[in-house]
């Protein structure tokens, strides 16, 4: 049974979402910028020292990053259990999206028929407030004509 490795980079980003660590902790914690942080995540490979850091800062043990990194092929299918895993996790995503969208465009829709009705009464309330005007200075109606 060989063993092949999840890159050190989604064992990091797996441990921050599985612990709904803030972005801001992380930086603080690691003092690199937001940037930096989301570099780390496309890395394969990293110093023990580098390691320790992040384990430092994500409150586990470098041992507990190296297990999680280390899948036996009888586990991963070639890392496809992880692909599949984040596949699924986009397919989450895309759903929550799609949802958002849906809620987004029925607001748009209401918002649209309430600035069409506000339309409406100003118009009537404008012909309203012209007549009492206009009843109020007579000369003025005299001056438009």
Known sequence: MTK???PIGAVIKEI???KRIPMKEIMAKTSLSRTG???NYSKTEMADAEIQKWAKALGVTKEE???RRSLSDADSGDNSNYLMEHLAGLEEQFKAFKEQLQ???MQIASLQRMLEMTLGKSEGVIKLKTT???DMYPEA???EA
Request: no cysteine; net charge positive; proline share 0%.
């Open 65 to 67: 990053m190296l297990k």
């Open 4 to 6: 092949s490795r999840m």
């Open 103 to 105: 809620v987004k465009d």
């Open 141 to 143: 109606g005299a001056l």
């Open 132 to 134: 009492l005007v206009r």
């Open 37 to 39: 942080i989301y570099a």
């Open 16 to 18: 921050i979402k599985e």
